[in-house]
C-alpha cells in the first residue's frame, strides 16, 4: 500500500518562503506523476502543480512564477518550493501521486500566509 508523507507546512508572513516535501513509500516503483493540490475553506480542491517522472510540469496561473515543483525519482519525493507568498495561498496542501490506475493522497499539510 503506497503511502504519501507531506512535511514543511507552517505559518509565514506574507512575501515569504516555505518548502514542502511529500515521500512515497511502500512502492519499488517510480510514481508516475507527483503533485501538489491546495483547498481553502469553502473552496474547491484545486491543483497547484504537477510534475511527472520525466520532469514536465504544470502549473496553476495563480502560482506561476512563484512555486517551483521538483522531484526525486530515485527517493519517490516531490518538492514544492513556495516564494512571495500570499495571504490567498492559504489552504491545506495535498500530495498526490498516480501510479497507474491508482490515484494516492497525502493526508495534507496546512499552509498559513499572514502577518
Known amino acids: 500500500q503506497v503511502q504519501l508523507a507531506e512535511s514543511g507546512g507552517g505559518l509565514v508572513q506574507p512575501g515569504g518562503s516555505l518548502s514542502l516535501s511529500c515521500a512515497a513509500s511502500?512502492?519499488?516503483?517510480?510514481?508516475?506523476?507527483m503533485g501538489w493540490y491546495r483547498q481553502a475553506p469553502g473552496n474547491q480542491r484545486e491543483l497547484v502543480a504537477l510534475?511527472?517522472?520525466?520532469?514536465?510540469?504544470n502549473y496553476a496561473d495563480s502560482v506561476k512564477g512563484r512555486f517551483t515543483i521538483s522531484r526525486d525519482n530515485h527517493k519517490n519525493t516531490v518538492y514544492l518550493q513556495m516564494n512571495s507568498l500570499k495571504p490567498e495561498d492559504t489552504a491545506v496542501y495535498y500530495c498526490?501521486?498516480?501510479?497507474?490506475?491508482?490515484?494516492?493522497w497525502g493526508q495534507g499539510t496546512q499552509v498559513t500566509v499572514s502577518s
Open positions: 511502500g512502492t519499488r516503483f517510480s510514481i508516475n506523476a
Open positions: 498526490k501521486g498516480e501510479q497507474f490506475p491508482y490515484t494516492y
Open positions: 510534475i511527472t517522472s520525466d520532469g514536465i510540469t
